[in-house]
Nanobody, 124 residues
Framework: QVQLVESGGGLVQAGGSLRLSCAAS????????MGWFRQAPGKERECVAA????????YYKDSVKGRFTISRDNAKNTAYLQMNSLKPEDTAVYFC?????????????????WGQGTQVTVSS
């Protein structure tokens, strides 16, 4: 069992930055692929970034490439999502998720463990 807790969300103006953190407890964090998802009102939950257990391979949704950076610190059992140049369309609840596999997967059904979510609101 893995417990995930996100933090770092908030209200920011367009063009600003936020850094989300996902603290994990439970089983060995370093063996999990970590993903960041977001869900805006009335929309499907979508994967915006994912990172392999070793941190050597990453995935980004096209709309966030060059603006978001996913990383992890296995010694601290924490994953991060650095979000720069934020846009109003980035407004959503952001969730971190853990996948017990070595391969990156972008579908939500590939992840077994989820945090409670943190709200990110970008004002224009």
């Amino acid at each position: 069992q893995v417990q995930l807790v996100e933090s770092g969300g908030g209200l920011v103006q367009a063009g600003g930055s936020l850094r989300l953190s996902c603290a994990a407890s439970g089983r060995t964090f370093s063996s999990y692929v970590m993903g960041w998802f977001r869900q805006a009102p009335g929309k499907e939950r979508e994967c915006v970034a994912a990172i392999r257990s070793s941190g050597g391979s990453t995935y980004y949704k096209d709309s966030v490439k060059g603006r978001f950076t996913i990383s992890r610190d296995n010694a601290k059992n924490t994953a991060y999502l650095q979000m720069n140049s934020l846009k109003p369309e980035d407004t959503a609840v952001y969730f971190c998720a853990a996948r017990a596999s070595s391969t990156i997967f972008t579908g939500r059904d590939g992840y077994s463990y989820w945090g409670q979510g943190t709200q990110v609101t970008v004002s224009s």
